[in-house]
């Protein structure tokens, strides 16, 4: 009886049999979106283990696909955040520039003056300003 060799190894690089091999990468892909739908691990582990994957590649691929899991949950957070520091931003500003213009057209304000609110529309507009460029920050993953 043949020694048999793990089929996912240490280095992750160099793969057996190549009738044998499976890619750890390609197991992310395709177990990733399982997990996200709801698929208990114990069943990928079962699937693991009848398609002749050794324990230390579950627990490499369990631990991957666990980091990815929580990486898009904080990236989620992430953009929630950031949305409403630019509806905050949004609502200064308006503010501001609405505080200004009533002002000017005397509707508010005391006679032969006006109030410019300039801070809180500048303070709004740096408040977008600062949002906007997070956002099209990427998000650094946890694997990386």
Do not use: C
């Amino acid at each position: 009886m043949r020694n048999e060799r793990p089929i996912v190894t240490d280095s992750l690089t160099q793969l057996n049999e190549p009738k044998k091999a499976l890619d750890l990468f390609e197991l992310e892909k395709e177990y990733l979106p399982q997990r996200k739908a709801g698929k208990d691990f114990s069943d990928i582990r079962k699937e693991l283990k009848s398609r002749g994957v050794d324990a230390q590649g579950i627990r490499i691929l369990f631990d991957s696909i666990e980091r990815q899991l929580i990486t898009d949950k904080l990236e989620k957070q992430a953009k929630q955040k950031n949305l409403a520091l630019q509806y905050g931003g949004l609502v200064f500003m308006v503010l501001g520039g609405l505080v200004s213009l009533l002002s000017f057209l005397g509707i508010i304000g005391i006679q032969g003056s006006y109030v410019i609110a300039y801070g809180p529309f500048f303070g709004g507009a740096s408040m977008m300003a600062v949002a906007r460029s997070q956002r099209k920050m990427k998000f650094r993953r946890l694997n990386d």
